[in-house]
């Protein structure tokens, strides 16, 4: 089990750790899902060990050459095989839509106590993975491989607060805990997640401080923070946004990433021709 983000051992006005804890739909990742999280995690992973895992899951196999070959990827050529696959997306892509085919039901779900079109938050998810996607393009800085996931999964906390606020019976009670819950504790919710989920703790430290990034204790996990903070920004641009429309992208993550606002431009631009598209291939 990876070692949740120090900021989780903080003291909290919520127990966000048993918010986590009752939310047992949200506990499961598939097999194929898990082991390529695993493997991506070290640095001596192979390709043909990628591959395997992948062609062990015939829908996993199915969805990723669909998306190499759509004209998101830029493909100029069919690819028949999925280690062709592989190469043409890289392995971030190719771990968050593994992740994708696992939590899609999760978060096209609807919410009883948010107010939120019913696949807002998968909405929003993908938009913000396929920003972060598209940003090498647009940034001077690369996004690492975990930065992919942690924006596909970075506002999975409402879920979990979600089902939660459902259990506290309803009147004052349910509307003090909903009055003390912060804008953090989402993201310190994701990052308790996805401990959970085993994922690697560089994905915690992204999710967990999203709206913060300078606040992460690491310098990889401050940079990969701010690609999540930028992928919800160009999310809530494209007109993908899930609770606050107010997200702007700071100026010193903007720093950070190395992008201006043309570079946001262009980046908004390309993301809301591909999403329509990249929807549609992830839920097939």
């Known amino acids: 089990m990876g070692r949740s983000p120090q900021l989780l051992e903080t003291c ?6 048993a918010i986590a804890e009752s ?3 949200l506990s499961a990742l598939s097999g ?3 082991r390529l999280t695993n493997l ?3 640095s ?3 390709i043909s060990d990628i591959v395997h895992t992948i062609e062990l899951d015939q829908a996993l196999t199915g969805r990723i050459l669909r998306l190499a070959n759509s004209s998101a990827s830029g493909a100029q050529c069919k690819v028949n095989t999925v280690q062709d696959g592989v190469m043409r997306m890289g392995t971030g892509p190719i771990l968050s839509l593994a992740l994708a085919s696992g939590v899609q039901t999760k978060m096209t779900a609807g919410f009883e106590w948010y107010e939120e079109e019913e696949d807002a938050l998968w ?3 993908v938009a913000s993975a396929l920003a972060v996607q598209n940003s090498h393009r647009f940034c001077k800085q690369v996004p690492m491989v975990e930065c992919f996931v942690a924006a596909l999964l970075h506002d ?9 606020l459902m259990t506290v019976p309803e009147g004052e009670e349910r509307e003090r805990a909903f009055g003390e819950i912060r804008e953090a504790d989402h993201g310190i919710l994701a990052g308790t997640i996805a401990s959970r989920w085993e994922l690697s703790p560089e994905v915690q430290e992204a999710v967990t401080y999203h709206h913060t990034p300078g606040q992460a204790p690491s310098e990889r996990g401050q940079l990969s923070a701010s690609f999540v903070s930028l992928g919800e920004c160009v999310a809530v641009a ?3 946004g899930f609770g606050s429309e107010n997200v702007r992208l700071e100026r010193e993550t903007a720093q950070r990433l190395r992008i201006d606002r043309a570079g946001f431009d262009g980046l908004r631009e390309e993301t809301r021709s591909q999403l329509g598209e990249i929807l549609e291939l992830y839920a097939a």
Not at 156 to 164: P, Q, Y
């Open 123 to 125: 909405r929003h998810s």
């Open 23 to 25: 939310s047992e739909e």
């Open 32 to 34: 194929s899902a898990l």
């Open 40 to 42: 991506l995690s070290g």
């Open 156 to 164: 999975i906390g409402f879920l979990a607060l979600d089902r939660w």
């Open 238 to 240: 494209v007109g993908a």
């Open 44 to 46: 001596d992973w192979l």
């Open 12 to 17: 909290l006005v919520l127990d966000l750790h």
